[in-house]
């Protein structure tokens, strides 16, 4: 082992080596003028507007999956859950901690995984931290993002903006980022390949904000807890019902499959590229449009309504239209269903 090929813990000291890291690795992967001036913080110029501000911390395992990495992930889901309010991501900060003994080459891959998707959100990463700890002590590499976004004049999407008569939307099929990384970890074969979903989807939401307005009164990107949390957040959030129908949920053959072989509700898997929009009837023409006009929203479908609560029955219900022509409740993950996949 050299000091060239694996991470030491003299590369997170504040000294040479940390600063030759920072330069050499870094700096040429996210290379932009306010990163370069090398500061302990960025300054930045944004639009008038609100700002929408969001952090998150990637633990996922394994590192590498079918579809992406750790990095592109981070970089994906800040950009994402900014971009759920209706907001114009801009900057991204990232924190690394990397455990001594990390490949160099493995950490130039995911940083080159993470600038491809930042070109591709069209957002800059300004600032960073990196920390180096004793090996065993953070399973090779974690990371910390926050991103800054503005929302337009007139837009007020939120959790708890759902209103009877509502239309439910979502941008494509279900569950593919947990099996794959579950089948990635786990050793798990398929017939065909489960890749992962991640993807930026602040485009499709420009596009469908632009298209609709203040029409557009939830987003959510249903990661942890899948479909059926992010479900129940807008419902008990807005105090209504939801109904869904589960013939009409996307759902791939073989991510229904793994899950069935599992013993997964693939309601309750995890997205990284998907979103679910609630929109005003008279909006959903062109809510719909915008989102399968990108290439992450082909498979976008009508999947429910909002309904005021039945009388005498509790807000915050969702409920499920069966293909067997039943109807139940569909709950909210209880503990922790897929470990370790974000």
């Known amino acids: 082992m050299t000091q060239d ?19 050499d690795i ?19 110029m944004l639009p008038p507007g609100r700002i929408s501000f969001s952090t998150d911390t990637y633990v996922v395992k394994p590192l590498f999956f079918k579809g992406g990495d750790i990095g592109k992930l981070a970089v994906c889901g800040t950009v994402n859950d900014v971009s759920m309010t209706g907001a114009t991501p801009a900057f991204i900060s990232v924190g690394f901690v990397l455990e001594e003994g990390f490949p160099v ?38 990371i ?15 959790g708890a903006g759902c209103r009877s008569g509502d239309v439910v939307l979502l941008s494509g099929s ?45 987003l959510r990107d249903p990661t942890r807890g899948g479909l059926s949390s992010a479900l129940n957040e807008f419902a008990e959030s807005s105090g209504v019902a939801i109904e869904v129908d589960e013939d009409i949920i996307p759902v791939k053959a073989q991510v229904r499959g793994a899950c069935e072989m599992l013993g997964y509700d693939v309601l309750q898997v995890a997205n990284e590229g998907k ?6 009837p008279d909006a959903v023409d062109a809510a719909l ?54």
């Open 5 to 23: 090929d694996r991470i030491l813990l003299a590369h997170g000291s504040g000294g040479t080596m940390m600063r030759r890291l920072i330069e």
């Open 275 to 280: 979103l679910i929009a609630v929109v005003a």
């Open 289 to 342: 449009g915008a989102i399968r006009n990108s290439p992450y929203g082909a498979e976008a479908e009508i999947i429910g309504r909002v309904l005021e609560p039945a009388k005498g029955s509790p807000a915050g219900k969702v409920f499920l239209n069966t293909s067997l022509g039943s109807r139940r409740v569909v709950d909210m993950l209880v503990g922790e269903q897929l470990p370790r996949i974000c």
């Open 26 to 44: 870094f700096i040429k992967a996210f290379d932009n003028d306010i990163l370069g001036r090398l500061d302990d913080a960025a300054t930045l």
């Open 105 to 142: 080459d493995d950490l130039r891959r995911i940083l080159t995984s993470m600038a491809r998707a930042a070109e591709e959100s069209g957002v800059a990463i300004v600032t960073g931290d990196t920390k180096v700890v004793e090996k065993g002590g953070a399973d090779g590499l974690f």
């Open 144 to 158: 910390n993002t926050a991103g800054i976004g503005v929302i337009p004049d007139g837009i007020d999407i939120h």
């Open 174 to 218: 279900i569950g593919d980022h947990g099996i794959a990384v579950i089948s990635e970890r786990e050793g798990l074969a398929f017939s065909t390949s489960v890749e992962s979903d991640c993807a930026p989807l602040n485009h499709m939401i420009s596009a469908m904000v632009h298209s609709c307005g203040a029409d557009v009164h939830a």
